[in-house]
Each structure stands twice: as C-alpha cells, then as structure tokens.
C-alpha cells in the first residue's frame, strides 16, 4: 500500500510558475509508475503527466506540453511537477497517483491517490 502526499499548490499569475511535489511511503517507490492529474470545478478529472519507474519515459497532456515537466526521484519517494507559463486554465487541484508497472494515461487505471493540492492562477 503506497500513501501519497501532495504540495506546492497555490496562488501564482499567469505566465508565473510553479512546481508540485508528491511524496511517497509505503510500498517500494520505484516499482510504481507515477502519474499527475487534475480537477477543474465542474470538469472531469484529466490526465496531465506520467513518468515510468526509473523515469526514462514520460508523457503529456497536449495542454501542457512544453511547459510542464514531470520529474522523480526514487532515493527520495518522491515525484515533482514542474510548472511553468502558467494559464488560468491551468487553475484545479492536482492529484498524484501511482500504480504497479508500467503508467498509464487514464486516471481509472491508477490504484493510489493522494489527497491533492490546489493550484489557482489568476488571470
């Protein structure tokens, strides 16, 4: 059973920037591929980042490719998302989530969530 915990959210202007970070216990850390998702009020819950166990492959939302940058470190249990030319429609609670082997895009396919953190950009 693996716990995650989310943070770095908060308040940041567009075009400002950001990184989320997501620690890790239980479990061994990098038998897990980890993946980042968010939620917008009203909206369903979307498929932003992933990273395989060791981190050789990762994939993006087209939304946020080329400014999002999904990063982890196994010594440490944990797995970052960097932010950056932030847009108000960037704006919900990001969610990280792990599942054994190898990652998947939709988030029904992840066994572990944490709690999330909100990040708000205003416009």
């Known amino acids: 059973q693996v716990q995650l915990v989310e943070s770095g959210g908060g308040l940041v202007q567009t075009g400002g920037s950001l990184r989320v970070s997501c620690a890790a216990s239980g479990g061994t850390f990098s038998s897990y591929g980890m993946g980042w998702f968010r939620q917008a009020p009203g909206k369903e819950r979307e498929f932003v980042a992933a990273i395989s166990t060791w981190g050789s492959t990762t994939y993006y939302a087209d939304s946020v490719k080329g400014r999002f940058t999904i990063s982890r470190d196994n010594a440490k249990n944990t797995v970052n998302l960097q932010m950056s030319s932030l847009k108000p429609e960037d704006t919900a609670v990001y969610y990280c989530?792990?599942?054994?082997?190898?990652?998947?895009?939709?988030?029904?396919?992840?066994?572990?969530w944490g709690q999330g953190t909100q990040v708000t950009v205003s416009s």
């Open positions: 989530a792990a599942r054994g082997g190898s990652i998947r895009l939709r988030f029904p396919d992840y066994d572990y």
